[in-house]
């Protein structure tokens, strides 16, 4: 019997109906073993050793497959064909090593690209040995990334309370979404005026010509600056003679774009299908892994993890077949089309992602696929196919055209494309930021010399225009333009950058809006303390160039210890250097480096940072466990606190400098203001020590808001009528998780914060009972499952899709974990499911008495540590003591900074 590891059990399963009874496929369920997240897994000062912990899960599961090779004839290693992939075969093998199960047994490592029965039947017989510097390039990233996230992330946590975490390429891509949107914030529009005119040939057809020079001096995009010129220079064209000067036509080839690769594949689906770039993961792992077809199950695309765009020869003999068929002879080029990579790290050898068949035409698999992974294969087969057809044939034209009139001229210049073959237009055309309507004006037939009229025609306003326009500041990172950006400038490696832009929102470092990255306060007060202090680890050159020695390891071209050894010794040293700054120092930095965002110009040119509720007092940043704020120096006398968005920004004066009073309360007579706080606009009623308050709902803008909306906000909660069921009150509000109604602890979501103000028993009535049956209702009441899943694998117990008031979740016995935030539940896999509950499960998920009985003991321990009135341990533990000490010390040391830089300020209620 042969022991064929891999790492998915969908694929175990696939894999072992192709090999056969000789073969017993198991699965690793990804990685076996990691570091833990504690200071010590990596020790610089003993050559980098590096401590790696296994989880009970997959315990369990590498005893079983030590169990199964002990008896087998030959181990083989088949997890994927990347740096990852030969990562994970590394510790199965490190481990079954030490449990002395492989004695003489052969290993061999194959990798499939992709799981048909050909591609692994040809993978078992060319067996290789484990690509040791592939190797050595995983551990040097993994050493690296663990270095830098636990050396810097705890820096953060002291001394900007509230910040979450650093990260080796994380940092550097949320600095690109910053410095874009400083970019945006400083950016002044500048006027330009374009001046057009419509004419008429002889022949009766139209054209539209744009103004290239004036008076003998070139006219570029932006040199119309005033009304006056634009005016003056339009009565001129209004009276003038139109001659054609000269006509150029020119032909001209578009050449299809290469096969997808990882970067390529993210960005295109961003842009054509909407997908975020883990989405497109997960539904390319899908389709990689096999969809069953016909009784049988097989991968419907190669490996998804490439930066190759290199194709199979059979498969470019299957496209060239297949766009025959479809298409017609003159669709498929004389000879075959050869693509090749920039890119020199190891993943360059695979194939890029493809169709496995091209004979597989998206309408015959559509059937066997959810819409998701219709979409994504049908988008992978147009852009193979279409890098493998004819070029598109254009014809570009050009007329210049001269005009004479009141003593002086003018040139203007039409230009127009027409396709005369569309080639692989026909299939697939590659989405561009800059993309150009190929066939938008077709231009009519002139010749040099003949005379135009100026005339409104094809529904132009008037036959001269002249127009007014702003330039516009560069628009925000979308998944996908900063996919690209991070490909082009080598930050980290497109296999990861759907996790990094995970990571970014999970931090609450940036949000996706319309699709744009938009850097929130806590993102930017990161990027700010690394570019003051650590801005070496930040710069795109240093990133990129670290980037060239990982993939050198990789290349055998350099000793990963050798990497590690140079970075560390430069990076402890700024750490230490760090450590010893007092939170005044660091605010100082970041009042400076953010002074644009925070404390921006004013138009009457008085300070922007002078306090608008005291006299004397300076604005400044302040932090706290809960994030930033900007506040007064003079605190406690003066308590005034905004939040740190640009004052205005986005919501017209949004009390940026003090409150707005819109009115008053016909009831009190008491003054109800806008005002805004650490979190936001929020409305108040009157000035007594606990006003009411109450927060401006998402989607609410400040700059619209009257006095009508703030009553009607201050008067919730509303009571919507008595439960026809028991009589007692519906009640309609606002809360942490947006509009709800409430009756007898049973919350139910309403559609808008609008709706709150107008719902009806019906409706309230109907949306409880929704909520109840889907297990919301009171406490301790069984939850109804979304989706039943199955029996644990491994454990027994049944594995079911929840939804909870924090989203959709899976449990199993008392383990809930929550899905990831673009997984659909109703999608869900027992397969994903029982790994999603091992993840959680090793980072002490579970609910067990025996845990919350120690952290009290712990508490106090440090307590009593930080006071100096510590006990001497018992002797069993008596060797702990010092860590102990020396943690609390720091917290209490830590706390103490906050405190300096006036943590204590109240927080407001509508937060």
Known sequence: MNIVIVESPAKAKTINKYLGSDYQVLASYGHVRDLPPKDGSVKPDEDFAMSWQVDSKSQKRLSEIASAVKDADKLILATDPDREGEAISWHVLEVLT?????????????????????????????????????????????????????????????????????GRVQSVALRLICDREMEIEVFKPQEYWSILANLKTPGGDGLQAGLTGFDGKKINRLDITTEADATRIKTMLESADFTVDSVASKPAKRNPAAPFTTSTLQQEASRKLGFSASRTMQVAQKLYEGIAIGG???????????????????????????????????????????????????????????????????????????????????????RTMASQMESAVLERTTIEIVAKGSGKSATLRATGSVVRFDGFFALYQESRDDEEDEASKRLPAVDKGAALTAAAVDGTSAPIEASQHFTTPPPRYTEASLVKKMEELGIGRPSTYASTLQTLRDREYVELEKKQLVPQDKGRIVTAFLESFFNRY?????????????????????????????????????????????????????????GPHIFPPKEDGT?????????????????SRFGAFIGCSNYPECSFTRQLAKPGEGDGDAAADGPKVLGQDPETGLDVSLRTGRFGPYVQLGEEAKPKRSSLPKGWSAADLDLEKAL??????????????????????????????????????LSSPDEVFSVGINRAVDALAEKRSKGGGRRGAAATPLKELGEHPEEGGPVNVYDGRYGPYVKHGKINATLPKDSDPKEITL?????LIADKAAKGGGKKKTAAKKAPAKKTASKKAADGDAKPAAKKTAAKKPAAKKTATKKAAAKAEVDTSADAVPWDDAS
Request: charged share 30%.
């Open 607 to 623: 300070d922007p940072r002078k306090c608008p509720s005291c006299s004397d007092g300076q604005l400044s940043l302040k932090v």
């Open 98 to 166: 030490k449990k002395r199960v492989l004695k003489d047994k052969p290993v061999q490592r194959v990798v499939f690209n992709a799981i048909t029965k050909q591609a692994i039947l040809e993978a078992m017989d060319n067996p290789r040995d484990l690509d040791t510097p592939l190797v050595d390039a995983y551990l040097a990233r993994r050493a690296l990334d663990y270095l830098v996230g636990f050396t810097l992330s705890p820096v953060l946590w002291r001394k900007l309370p509230g910040a979450r975490s650093a």
């Open 538 to 594: 930040v710069e795109f050159d240093f990133t990129a160039s670290l980037e060239e020695q990982l993939d050198k390891i990789s290349a055998g071209e350099l000793s990963w210890r050798d990497v590690l050894r140079d970075f560390w010794t430069q990076f402890s040293g700024n750490v230490d250097d760090i450590k010893d700054l007092r939170v005044a120092q660091v605010i100082d930095a970041l009042n400076e480096l953010l």
């Open 296 to 382: 049988e199950t097989s991968g419907l695309i190669t490996y998804m993890r490439t930066d190759g765009v290199q194709i199979a020869n059979e498969a470019i003999e299957a496209a060239r077949q297949v766009i025959g068929d479809d298409f017609g002879s003159k669709y498929v080029p004389e000879k075959p089309r050869l693509y090749s990579s920039k890119a020199k790290n190891a993943q360059e050898a695979h194939e890029a992602v493809r169709p496995t068949d091209l004979t597989r035409r998206p309408k015959d698999v559509a059937p066997f696929l959810d819409q998701d992974q219709a979409k994504l294969y049908e988008l992978i087969w147009k």
């Open 831 to 835: 397969e994903q499911a029982v790994q």
């Open 712 to 749: 009607q906000l201050l008067s919730l909660p509303r009571e919507v009528g008595p439960h026809p069921e028991d009589g007692k009150i519906i009640t309609a509000g606002i809360g942490r998780y947006g509009p709800f109604v409430l009756h007898e602890g049973t919350y139910a979501n």
